[in-house]
T-cell receptor, first 112, second 116 residues
Framework: GDSVTQMEGPVTLSEEAFLTINCTYT??????LFWYVQYPGEGLQLLLK?????DKGSNKGFEATYRKETTSFHLEKGSVQVSDSAVYFC???????????FGQGTELSVKP | GAGVSQTPSNKVTEKGKYVELRCDPI?????LYWYRQSLGQGPEFLIY????????DSGLPNDRFFAVRPEGSVSTLKIQRTERGDSAVYLC??????????????FGEGSRLTVL
């Protein structure tokens, strides 16, 4: 079945460092891809999405490009802030049913 | 509030007991989802509703788990004969329509279930 694999955390960075969180997927068909974020004490919320190959999703300085050839959707940010500390989840929608399938999450901790 | 509301936020029960978890979605959202999240893991799909009917219940782990949405709004997840392995955070999410069309789920803060 469809699945998502993320790099393991926790990831600890200093403020203004470059961030990459790797995400790869396995799917039949042409899924849409998402990054969700869970800040401490809050519910999950959509960060960005891409619905077809070569699309780039972006929001709040974060970017991810849908790469069909490598089945990847890596999350990047050029300069992280302490406020970016959270757990990040990569997910796919199978485009046949209505559900999202999530990766295991990657915890990011940004130190001042 | 305008968000997805889940009650109770915390539930501690004994092995073998029956538990109900409630979800109040965003008004007007036709699709409602239940997920389960264990510590250190991503959300695991359980079931989703489009309107009143369960469109996909393939994620329910066994017949002790059941969910209803009788009027197409509030939903209740019911767990019979709870086991210690059922301990997790149960997340509810809603969407204007099924996620393949909108791409966005709005999540509640979850109900943390602890089975002693």
């Amino acid at each position: 079945g469809d699945s998502v694999t993320q790099m393991e955390g926790p990831v600890t960075l200093s403020e203004e460092a470059f961030l990459t969180i790797n995400c790869t997927y396995t799917a039949t068909g042409y899924p849409s891809l998402f990054w969700y974020v869970q800040y401490p004490g809050e519910g999950l919320q959509l960060l960005l999405k891409a619905t077809k190959a070569d699309d780039k999703g972006s929001n709040k300085g974060f970017e991810a490009t849908y790469r069909k050839e490598t089945t990847s959707f890596h999350l990047e940010k050029g300069s992280v802030q302490v406020s970016d500390s959270a757990v990040y989840f990569c997910a796919l929608s199978d485009n046949q049913g209505g559900k999202l399938i999530f990766g295991q999450g990657t915890e990011l901790s940004v130190k001042p | 509030g305008a968000g997805v509301s889940q009650t109770p936020s915390n539930k501690v029960t004994e092995k073998g007991k029956y538990v109900e978890l409630r979800c109040d979605p965003i008004s007007g959202h036709t699709a409602l989802y239940w997920y389960r999240q264990s510590l250190g893991q991503g959300p695991e799909f359980l079931i989703y509703f489009q309107g009143t009917g369960a469109a996909d219940d393939s994620g329910l782990p066994n017949d002790r788990f059941f969910a209803v949405r009788p009027e197409g709004s509030v939903s209740t997840l019911k767990i019979q004969r709870t086991e210690r392995g059922d301990s997790a955070v149960y997340l509810c999410a809603s969407s204007l329509t099924i996620v393949q069309n909108t791409g966005e789920l709005f999540f509640g803060e979850g109900s943390r279930l602890t089975v002693l």
